[in-house]
């Protein structure tokens, strides 16, 4: 068990590209932390960088106190589990587990003992003795958690491990991982561009996009204090409406209607609004903005209406009993709205 | 089969089973021969019929060999065949892995101009080169000897371009994987890699052993010592005796057991063979 | 490339220097010497070398013996391919329209590629050696005189059948695996637009076999240009008066039993430039196979 600091670490390569920008990141023993962002934000270099398979070009790494920016990856007392797995397809389950602790010139009985604890963890015993191609994707994903396990290291990385994987079994395979980082307490960082996996999982969430970190928190912090308009796009699903709207003194004018903001701003706006924090009013209500319908989509508990207000896109969600006409008139609920700056995308308040 | 038109069913079968006589009769002949005694080939005509000599004429070959032209035992020359082809077999192997090894899974500097000098070796068949390298062979005191036999063969560019190919396709992961769970460069070959290349060196190895055993042209050249003799070159020795009748049925004999061991190897390993022949092409 | 490398200062040098030591001392420092020699002349003893420029290959192509070689070397490669291929393509689409019997017919077909060619050389000359073969004496039922040893004809017909007999196994598979990888749905689109066999073969399967073909073209140049010196050897020696001498078998002839150095080298520079010809082409379709 470890924690681990990242303090100013960098990574560019040969060519002068950059991809990971100056990172600041104390994560703490036992925490189970995951970076998010879209593809090429650079979260899974930065999990390679802490894992020791891609050079540290600038800053420092260190686990549990001990720089390892030269360190080579068997040193670093980590484990890692792979999007493809990356299990050793000539060996048996029981070889694939005993592999790393073999290298380690680990005692046979100790090995043993750790294999067997891991496989009863993530009831694998079955087919301790088959080769990775004679198993389902789900059973291949238990091994090469069980790789990582039975090396009891200070902490396991993931590299968007379940993302060869079916819907439902995802979320099956999400909550088990879930349960066993509570259940050992490791050290985890946990690589996804899957938001609502990262919201699932998370103690707290990093958000990164083009190789800087947007936004350090807690899956409910992120979700209501979005630090940016990317965050807000990003997290949180059917996504936040985000529109252009004209301030004064702290109330965004759109649509017809006034939404009162956290801070006292001025001017240009983008105001953002999750579909789920708007209710829908009688028409001539008081501040209420009005929505032009343009189709309905049935959730089954809710419905998701899609429409523009002021020709830009919104949707809300409302209760599937909801009656219906051409217009909308909607209202916020109290404090649910988002302001940016909508030229640097910043949250204002 | 998209329609059923049993008329080109049949003709299928018809070329098929004239094809499979074309290829059988030159070895049924020659079998023929090697059961006759020396005098069943004096009314004129080949023997069409097996012959009562067989046991004798076999024995003697693999015993004693034929002393008129200075041939040794086939026995021996098979040996020596066998010793031939494992060794380009194995060696060709053994360093056209460790070099796709090393310019795959490592950056080093001239590695681009190693690789191309090995690519250039595809474009140097042994029969162009011939006079120079013998004269280097020559030199090095290597003529009769079974390095002189071998060593010259066993660099391959078609070997080292198969494991390459091979390396290429496993995923980098398992590599990152072997590292994390702390295998340095030479576990990770023994460990990971020469395992997971087990099918592609058997395949590799059915060919090579039949490139090494059918070589004609350079034992002809390097040996002149009758002990260092292979059998696919004694054959012809043994056919150019001047000035008189060729002993058919020793001869023929010398063929059946010449083409017996490699044609057995496709046989049983038909498999590997194919994957061989079709990998080493890519 | 891969993404990751281990590193590490020594070892790469030390995996990949048994390949490069046996290559630089067999293949590259013998074709230098090819090379330079191609542009020397020896004395009589071995004493003295003059630089002559490209007088050995000005005399080489003034020479009607080098250029009725090449002649024949090219009718050589040309018979053994066709005939080759053609058999092959034959019996690969039997065994694709066979069902059950295939993998048997395969196996029946495919091991003459394993018999050494010295050895197929041996087997042919037998067959049809003109004192006691077979093949002499069915032909003189039907009124011709078989004598390769002395009419050229008969013996360029002997070392094309010997030389394409063990090809014809390696052509099969190559088809079989061919045939296989076109989609059966291609066929029998064609057989609902009303395309009978033989159209179908002409307009379909033909068409899309082209790449194995081309390929398989240019392998068995090289096979028919290289690797049958031994069928030679085995069978005519290059005669009857060099009606069979092709081009590898000359260079082996002038060099070791003439004992022509500077011409022998300049041969061999000449075959090594047919031979980098060839490798491109190969090269370039296998860029081209990918995308097919």
């Given at each position: 068990m470890a924690a681990i600091t990242l303090e100013a670490v960098g990574k560019s390569y040969a060519g002068g590209v950059k991809v990971v920008h100056s990172i600041d990141l104390a994560i703490e023993d036992g925490e189970f932390v995951v970076l998010v962002g879209p593809s090429g934000c650079g979260k899974s270099t930065l999990l390679r960088m802490v894992a020791g398979l891609e050079t540290v070009t600038e800053g420092q790494i260190s686990i549990g106190?001990?720089?390892?920016?030269?360190?080579?990856?068997?040193?670093?007392?980590?484990?890692?589990?792979?999007?493809?797995?990356?299990?050793?397809?000539?060996?048996?389950?029981?070889?694939?587990?005993?592999?790393?602790?073999?290298?380690?010139?680990?005692?046979?009985?100790?090995?043993?003992?750790?294999?067997?604890?891991?496989?009863?963890?993530?009831?694998?015993?079955?087919?301790?003795?088959?080769?990775?191609?004679?198993?389902?994707?789900?059973?291949?994903?238990?091994?090469?958690?069980?790789?990582?396990?039975?090396?009891?290291?200070?902490?396991?990385?993931?590299?968007?491990?379940?993302?060869?994987?079916?819907?439902?079994?995802?979320?099956?395979?999400?909550?088990?991982?879930?349960?066993?980082?509570?259940?050992?307490?490791?050290?985890?960082?946990?690589?996804?561009?899957?938001?609502?996996?990262?919201?699932?999982?998370?103690?707290?969430?990093?958000?990164?996009?083009?190789?800087?970190?947007?936004?350090?928190?807690?899956?409910?912090?992120?979700?209501?204090?979005?630090?940016?308009?990317?965050?807000?796009?990003?997290?949180?699903?059917?996504?936040?409406?985000?529109?252009?709207?004209?301030?004064?003194?702290?109330?965004?004018?759109?649509?017809?209607?006034?939404?009162?903001l956290e801070a006292a701003v001025s001017g240009t706006v983008t105001l953002g609004l999750r579909p789920e924090d708007v209710r829908p009013v009688d028409a001539g209500t008081d501040g209420a903005f009005v929505l032009k319908l343009a189709y309905v989509e049935e959730l089954g508990a809710q419905k998701l209406v899609h429409g523009t207000v002021e020709g830009h896109k919104f949707a809300c969600a409302l209760p599937s009993d909801a009656l219906l006409g051409d217009e909308l008139h909607l209202v916020p609920e109290p404090g649910a709205a988002h302001g940016f700056d909508a030229q640097s995308g910043k949250r204002l308040g | 089969m998209v329609e059923n038109r049993p008329i080109l069913n049949i003709l299928a079968h018809l070329v098929l089973i004239l094809g499979v006589l074309v290829v059988a009769f030159p070895i049924y002949i020659a079998f023929i021969a090697s059961t006759h005694g020396p005098t069943d080939f004096l009314s004129g005509l080949i023997p069409l019929?097996?012959?009562?000599?067989?046991?004798?004429?076999?024995?003697?070959?693999?015993?004693?060999?034929?002393?008129?032209?200075?041939?040794?035992?086939?026995?021996?020359?098979?040996?020596?065949?066998?010793?031939?082809?494992?060794?380009?077999?194995?060696?060709?192997?053994?360093?056209?892995?460790?070099?796709?090894?090393?310019?795959?899974?490592?950056?080093?500097?001239?590695?681009?101009?190693?690789?191309?000098?090995?690519?250039?070796?595809?474009?140097?068949?042994?029969?162009?080169?011939?006079?120079?390298?013998?004269?280097?062979?020559?030199?090095?005191?290597?003529?009769?000897?079974?390095?002189?036999?071998?060593?010259?063969?066993?660099?391959?560019?078609?070997?080292?371009?198969?494991?390459?190919?091979?390396?290429?396709?496993?995923?980098?992961?398992?590599?990152?994987?072997?590292?994390?769970?702390?295998?340095?460069?030479?576990?990770?070959?023994?460990?990971?890699?020469?395992?997971?290349?087990?099918?592609?060196?058997?395949?590799?190895?059915?060919?090579?052993?039949?490139?090494?055993?059918?070589?004609?042209?350079?034992?002809?050249?390097?040996?002149?010592d009758a002990s260092h003799y292979t059998i696919v070159m004694g054959i012809k020795r043994m056919a150019d005796v001047a000035d008189s009748q060729p002993q058919w049925n020793y001869i023929m004999a010398t063929a059946i057991l010449a083409m017996l061991p490699p044609v057995l190897v496709v046989i049983f390993m038909q498999k590997l063979f194919v994957k061989g022949l079709i990998e080493t092409e890519k | 490339m891969k993404r990751i490398f281990f590193r590490n200062k020594f070892l790469p040098y030390l995996l990949i220097a048994p390949q490069m030591v046996v290559t630089i001392i067999f293949f590259l420092w013998p074709a230098g010497e090819a090379v330079l020699q191609s542009f020397q002349r020896e004395d009589a003893f071995g004493l003295h070398t003059t630089w002559v420029g490209l007088a050995n290959y000005r005399a080489l192509f003034q020479d009607p013996a080098y250029i009725y070689s090449l002649q024949v070397t090219v009718v050589f490669t040309i018979g053994v391919t066709a005939l080759a291929l053609i058999s092959a393509l034959l019996l690969a689409l039997a065994v694709d329209r066979t069902t059950k019997a295939g993998s048997t017919y395969t196996t029946l077909l495919v091991w003459p590629y394993a018999v050494a060619p010295a050895v197929v050389g041996v087997l042919w000359w037998f067959l049809f050696n003109p004192t006691i073969g077979l093949m002499p004496y069915l032909l003189s039922l039907v009124g011709y005189h078989w004598d390769h040893a002395l009419k050229g004809d008969d013996a360029m017909i002997l070392v094309i059948i010997s030389a394409a007999w063990p090809q014809v196994s390696y052509n099969f598979l190559f088809f079989v695996a061919g045939l296989k990888s076109i989609p059966a749905s291609m066929r029998e689109a064609a057989a609902i637009d009303g395309a009978g066999p033989v159209k179908r073969f002409f307009t379909i399967t033909l068409p899309l076999l082209s790449p194995t073909t081309f390929f398989l073209v240019v392998v068995n140049f090289v096979y028919a240009m290289f690797a049958t010196f031994p069928v030679i050897d085995a069978t005519t020696q290059g005669g009857p008066a060099d009606a069979t001498n092709i081009l590898v078998y000359k260079v082996y002839q002038d060099g070791f039993v003439g004992l022509n150095l500077g011409s022998s080298a300049a041969q061999s520079v000449v075959l090594l430039a047919i031979v980098i010809v060839l490798t491109v082409i190969q090269f370039r379709f296998i860029e081209r196979r990918i995308e097919y």
């Open positions: 106190g001990r720089m390892v920016n030269e360190v080579e990856p068997a040193e670093r007392d980590i484990a890692m589990v792979f999007q493809n797995y990356a299990l050793y397809p000539h060996m048996t389950v029981r070889q694939n587990l005993a592999y790393g602790l073999k290298n380690r010139k680990m005692a046979k009985d100790e090995i043993t003992r750790r294999v067997d604890e891991a496989a009863q963890i993530l009831e694998i015993g079955a087919f301790l003795d088959r080769k990775p191609r004679a198993l389902s994707g789900g059973q291949r994903q238990r091994v090469a958690m069980g790789r990582a396990i039975v090396r009891e290291p200070a902490a396991f990385l993931f590299d968007e491990p379940l993302s060869n994987l079916d819907a439902k079994l995802r979320v099956q395979m999400r909550g088990e991982i879930k349960q066993l980082q509570a259940r050992l307490g490791t050290t985890s960082i946990y690589v996804t561009h899957d938001q609502l996996e990262a919201m699932t999982l998370a103690h707290r969430l990093v958000v990164l996009n083009g190789g800087r970190i947007e936004q350090v928190g807690t899956p409910l912090e992120v979700y209501r204090k979005p630090a940016s308009t990317f965050v807000a796009a990003f997290i949180g699903s059917p996504a936040m409406n985000l529109l252009e709207a004209r301030a004064e003194g702290g109330v965004a004018h759109v649509g017809g209607g006034r939404v009162p | 019929t097996p012959g009562h000599d067989t046991w004798h004429t076999y024995m003697t070959m693999l015993t004693t060999g034929m002393q008129t032209s200075g041939m040794p035992p086939l026995s021996l020359q098979m040996m020596n065949s066998l010793i031939m082809a494992l060794t380009i077999a194995i060696g060709k192997i053994s360093i056209s892995i460790i070099s796709a090894y090393a310019i795959v899974y490592f950056r080093f500097p001239f590695r681009n101009l190693a690789f191309w000098l090995i690519f250039i070796t595809l474009m140097l068949p042994v029969e162009v080169r011939i006079l120079p390298t013998y004269k280097v062979v020559a030199d090095l005191g290597m003529l009769d000897t079974y390095a002189g036999l071998t060593i010259p063969l066993i660099a391959s560019a078609t070997a080292t371009f198969l494991f390459r190919q091979v390396f290429l396709t496993i995923p980098d992961e398992l590599m990152e994987a072997a590292r994390i769970d702390g295998a340095g460069p030479m576990k990770f070959f023994w460990d990971i890699l020469l395992p997971m290349s087990r099918n592609n060196i058997a395949a590799l190895f059915v060919i090579l052993f039949i490139y090494g055993w059918n070589q004609y042209l350079w034992p002809l050249l390097i040996t002149t | -």
